[in-house]
């Protein structure tokens, strides 16, 4: 799967891949095939992306266009 969101989150915050590879605790390599969707990125690793850049995965994976995460309410 091809995720050009995860390439233009990076781009957009100026941000290099080895820096998200460390992030993610993984190699730069791997960090490149993920982009490229030369890889399927792990559930795990995508809810880190969300988490770090602050936006739903549903944005990365382009089933909306919102960035917002919208959190549910406890009472």
């Known amino acids: 799967m091809y995720l050009k969101r995860i390439k233009e989150l ?3 915050n100026d ?3 080895k820096q998200i590879a460390i992030t993610l605790n993984i190699t ?3 960090y490149g095939l993920y982009e490229n ?4 990125i792990p559930i795990e690793k995508l809810i880190k ?3 770090f ?3 739903s995965v549903d944005y990365i994976l382009e089933r909306t266009n919102e960035k ?3 959190k549910k309410e406890t009472n």
């Open 28 to 30: 730069r390599q791997q």
């Open 37 to 40: 969707g030369n890889r399927d």
């Open 15 to 17: 941000l290099l891949q």
């Open 68 to 70: 917002k995460i919208y």
């Open 10 to 12: 990076r781009e957009d």
């Open 53 to 55: 850049y602050n936006v």
């Open 49 to 51: 992306l969300a988490n």
